[in-house]
């Protein structure tokens, strides 16, 4: 019988596999709509209603600089706006689009086609495994 800590390192190496696998799943459908993973996951995060665009380079743990490079393209493709928000002129707020809205469901959509976490599990297991997954989210694993 494995010890604890040989069975967290088997885990642990199951983990990073699975979000490996799940990162490269995300970046080909996200590819197929000609977006970037973050400008996916920027249409993602707008589909809960507008953010500002400090508020969402934080969300997705990235530059604000670049934050402003990924909206610029995709306002530029019609998929989101920028509009002040009503506490702050100097803050710019992003929205979605009807468009941007319609792109995300496809998107999603897709994703969930050979979705490398749900393939090969019983309904029963996706709801073990999701019931899981956010008691370590909820620790802050």
């Known amino acids: 019988m494995p010890t604890r800590q040989e069975s967290t390192?088997?885990?642990?190496?199951?983990?990073?596999?699975?979000?490996e696998r799940m990162?490269?799943?995300?970046?080909?459908?996200?590819d197929e709509f000609d977006l970037t993973p973050t400008q996916a996951q920027v249409l993602r995060e707008l589909t809960a209603g507008p953010a500002p665009m400090g508020e969402l380079a934080v969300r997705l743990s990235c530059d604000a600089s670049n934050m402003t490079g990924v909206s610029d393209r995709l306002e530029a493709r019609g998929l989101l706006e920028r509009?002040?928000?009503?506490?702050?002129?100097?803050?710019?707020?992003l929205s979605l689009t009807d468009d941007g809205r319609a792109l995300h469901r496809n998107l999603w959509t897709r994703?969930?086609?050979n979705s490398p976490v749900a393939e090969g599990l019983s309904e029963a297991e996706q709801e073990t495994l999701k019931t899981l997954l956010q008691k370590l989210e909820r620790t802050g694993a």
């Open 9 to 19: 390192f088997e885990l642990v190496k199951l983990v990073i596999r699975l979000g």
């Open 83 to 93: 509009l002040p928000s009503p506490g702050d002129r100097r803050v710019k707020v």
């Open 23 to 30: 990162r490269q799943h995300y970046a080909r459908r996200a």
């Open 111 to 113: 994703l969930m086609e």
